[in-house]
């Protein structure tokens, strides 16, 4: 059972130490990684994913429950607790979409257990996610930004079931987020999102920020983002709507936006 992941710090790209000096992520959080391009926010993933322990440039350490993992955790995809997606995930595959769930699921499932309705859950949950139904037959290839990251989100949470999903730039374009978290937050789990988008941002219990490949800081969202939440909420969906208009072919007109802009 795993409850929290632990970050130790290290150095930073100028070989200073961390500013901060420990982390823990508690099994339920939906953790942000926020900063410039280039301050550190894949290398810091990709630590944890490795579970470092002091082995990597940034001489980090990552603790689960507050000790140092066991080797099987690393070695062993039926043991790993960590999924992660990043935007490469699909580009690798050609398949269809049933085929590619298909394959994913016997890769992470323990030997023998049973995969029946992964498939039909795994689409169900993806499709709760973005407004364009992603049919089993598509080429994985062929699916618009929005449905490959639903798919992504979905395969995660449900097919690699781990306790601990990270998102490197998974964007969500296309994607319900308002919805995307209430589902999420159904499935206990440690979420970590490196994100450029303040919508994404915002709806996270609170975001690590780098710079120059140091952690120099973790802000929790406070009362007054939460409202800022909602503000930006309704410019996105008010947003949305102009550019579904858009699509359709229609004229648009300043109505959507009133009294959104002050
Ligand atoms: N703590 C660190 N120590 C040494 N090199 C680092 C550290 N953090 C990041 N880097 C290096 O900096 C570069 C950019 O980091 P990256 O994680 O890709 O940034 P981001 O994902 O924020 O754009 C990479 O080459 C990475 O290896
Ligand atoms: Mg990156």
Redesign the pocket.
Known sequence: MINTISILG????SGGKEAVDRVDLKMGDVVSIV??????????INDIELFADANT??GRRVLINGEKPPAEYRDNPHRNPIAMMTQHTTFLSDLPVRDFLNTHAQIRSAPGASLDGMLERTLAFANQLTGEPILVDSRMTELSGGQTRALLIADATIICNTPIVLLDEVENAGINRRRALELLREHRKIYIF?THDPRIALLSDYRIV?QE??ITGILHTDESERQLAIKVNRLDSAFSKLRDQMRQGDRLASAELEGLCG
């Open positions: 290290g150095r930073g790209k900063g410039p391009t280039g301050s550190g926010k894949t290398t810091l440039p940034t490196v780098m490949g140091n």
